[in-house]
């Protein structure tokens, strides 16, 4: 497979925030490391070989060679479920919704839903979000002053704003704030019991029960109350909507109150996040380097003049998406997809036991040097319509087969929609000597924020 890439006239652009291949085989780096950055124990092997296996027993096989992930993801997929202990993880947030099921009911939940999250329907929702970019650019600079942020707490505070209104738009008449304030701390006792899995595998199993949260009843309950009101009520343009109408294609049957309110609050938990850290990410590169910002800004100007953007912008924003595309390439918020065989079998040359544990370093596959050129340059023209597209299992930043995101075109939709807002209207600086640091751990994230400040010009 030949590495990807145009060739660049000039100098590329190597953003600073890396965390750099191991040079030795890791040892107990590794396993030392892995609880606070899970990639900081990655070797070199990740990055330029086919695959690997840490030398401790038990560990699982990191692979990187497409077909082989082709294997795992589309071709044998039915042999490697994403395993026991993720569904165990994801238990507390999706309840009996769509990320935990598996088989059968997986397969019903997926085909009731997909159409609510096509393309086409996503462009709809467009004015909803740039409606939340227009006001946190008011927000931030409503006088007119140069003012300092964290742009990753205010890019999650924003992708928050737009999951209120794309799909808990009926919830006026409950407490947005307080809401707000319950699934943020929801989504923070998830993130420690993960947490907790890695430092204590056993005992995490052994004491979890499958909510632990205290707040997640209170937030279904909310949530359920929102949908029945719902059935009963006008339409409105917003993806409750398209979830109230979904039906399995093939036996017509449609979600009750209690899986819809499940499934609402796993997309919220499963989209907010990672949304915001690709927006982060994004803004981090087009404040590292101006003529991409500069570009963004024209097309912008060219496509939408000043207007809001709306349904009619987002296609066109072609380079703005292709900012995006670069970004996640380069900071995938999904680092790594986790996956267990059910039989034993050989991958890259590697035995893999029943049972084991394979992983697609996702953060490795976007840099690994035999797939790309230039591979840690940030370079959107890499993802240009007239650039050759990269090997389909070389870039997964939503992962591949029958369980690659279902959010993927609203997420697109979404940041193209923010970034393109924001850049039109504000020039970013990274606040100096603030040193950019990503750090891996639930996501692929600015260790301490991403400090800015944020200068009106339009
Ligand atoms: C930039 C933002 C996002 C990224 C990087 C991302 C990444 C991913 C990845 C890598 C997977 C596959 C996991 C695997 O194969 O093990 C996934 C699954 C999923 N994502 Fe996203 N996601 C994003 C946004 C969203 C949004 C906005 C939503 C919902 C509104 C969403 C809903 C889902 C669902 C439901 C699944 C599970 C699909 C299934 O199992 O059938 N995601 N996501």
Redesign the pocket.
């Known amino acids: 497979m030949p590495a990807m890439g145009p060739a660049q006239a000039e100098a590329p652009f190597i953003p600073a925030a890396v965390i750099p291949p191991q040079t030795d085989p890791p040892s107990w780096l590794l396993a030392a490391r892995t609880p606070f950055n899970q990639i900081e124990g990655w070797p070199r092997a990740v990055f330029e070989g086919d695959a690997y296996r840490p030398p401790f027993p038990g560990t699982p096989l990191f692979v990187v060679e497409p077909q082989a992930i082709r294997t795992v ?1 589309l071709d044998a997929a039915q042999d490697f479920p ?1 395993g026991e202990l993720l569904k165990r993880m994801m238990r507390p947030a999706w309840g009996r919704g ?2 935990t099921a598996e088989d059968r009911d ?1 397969r019903w939940q ?1 085909r009731a839903t997909a159409p609510a ?1 096509r393309p086409a329907e996503m462009a709809g929702l467009a004015p909803l979000v740039s409606g939340v970019a227009d006001r946190t650019v008011e927000g931030w600079t409503g006088s007119g002053q140069t003012n300092l942020i964290d742009i990753a707490s205010e890019m999650a505070r924003l992708t928050f704003e737009v999951i209120l209104d794309t799909m808990l738009s009926g919830g006026e008449d409950f407490d947005r704030a307080a809401m707000q304030s319950r699934i943020k701390s929801f989504i923070a006792d998830i993130g420690r019991m993960r947490v907790s899995y890695f430092l204590a595998p056993d005992a995490y199993h052994a004491s979890r029960p499958d909510a632990r949260s205290a707040h997640r009843q209170p937030l279904l309950n909310d949530i359920r109350r929102m949908v029945s009101r719902r059935r009963g009520s006008a339409s409105r343009p917003d993806l409750v909507d398209l979830l109230l109408q979904a039906r399995d294609p093939e036996t017509g049957q449609g979600m009750d109150d209690d899986l819809l309110a499940n499934n609402l609050l ?2 919220i938990v ?2 907010h996040e ?2 915001a850290l ?1 927006l982060t990410w994004a803004l981090y590169l087009v404040a590292m380097h101006p003529p991409t910002a500069a570009r963004i800004r024209d097309e912008v100007t060219k496509v939408a003049g000043t207007n809001a953007i709306d349904a009619t912008h987002v296609d066109r924003l072609v380079f703005t998406r292709q900012v995006l595309s670069e970004t ?1 390439r380069l900071y ?3 680092f790594q ?2 996956r267990v065989s059910r039989k034993r079998t050989e991958l890259a040359g590697f035995p893999v036991q029943a049972g084991s544990r394979v992983i697609i370093p996702v953060y490795a596959l976007h840099r690994h040097r035999g797939h790309w050129i230039n591979p840690d340059a940030f370079d959107p023209d890499r993802f240009a319509p007239s650039a050759p597209q990269p090997d389909r299992f070389t870039y ?4 591949a087969g ?7 075109a ?2 697109m939709m ?2 193209v929609t923010v970034l393109a807002s924001l850049v039109r209207a504000i020039d970013f600086t990274v606040v100096s000597p603030h040193r950019v640091r990503p750090v891996a751990r639930l996501a692929l994230r600015p260790a301490g924020g991403l400090p800015m400040s944020v200068r009106r010009i339009r």
Do not use: N, V
């Not at 997964?396 to 992962?399: A, E, K, Q, R, T």
């Not at 029958?402 to 993927?408: K, M, Q």
């Open positions: 993801l994403q769509l990320f997986w997926r999250f796993g997309f499963a989209g990672t949304t690709a996640l995938p918020p999904a997809l986790t997964l930043p939503f992962g029958p369980r690659i995101c279902l959010g993927a609203f997420a979404e940041a």
